[in-house]
């Protein structure tokens, strides 16, 4: 698979305002007037949370069609939070996904477990290989 390249870069209109180009695509990232941003734009871990949120959405959508389930629409909301466990301080993220249509329990309950196969949910439910390096 080729990796494809999101570039984010200081745009000097605020103390951590971010221009972010994906693609075609230009968005805007901050950091919330109580962490000393502006608020202009998501900030860094409401981007994380969307991209969870539209690829668990779209691949539920994907399995709907491919096994011609009523499935009306799907909406997920995403919560971001810090808990302990075993001493340590943990991310935890928490989907509640609403599954509109004449689907079946059963039916429903393999839905639920699609969610856990988005392609983001397996890169952030397995430990992930972080990289940087200064450019030349």
Known sequence: MAASSVIVSENGRGRYQQTVCA??????????????GEDAGPAPFDYLLAALGACTSMTLRMYAERKD?????????????????DGQLRDRIRRQ????????????QR???IAGKCPIARALGQPLLLEAELAA
């Open 23 to 36: 693609g075609q695509h230009q968005l805007l990232a901050d950091e919330p007037a109580s962490m000393g």
């Open 69 to 85: 389930l009523p499935l009306e629409q799907v909406e997920v909301e995403l919560r971001h939070d810090r808990i302990e466990i």
């Open 97 to 108: 996904i609403t599954l509109r249509g004449d689907l079946n329990p059963e039916q429903r």
């Open 111 to 113: 839905m639920l477990e």
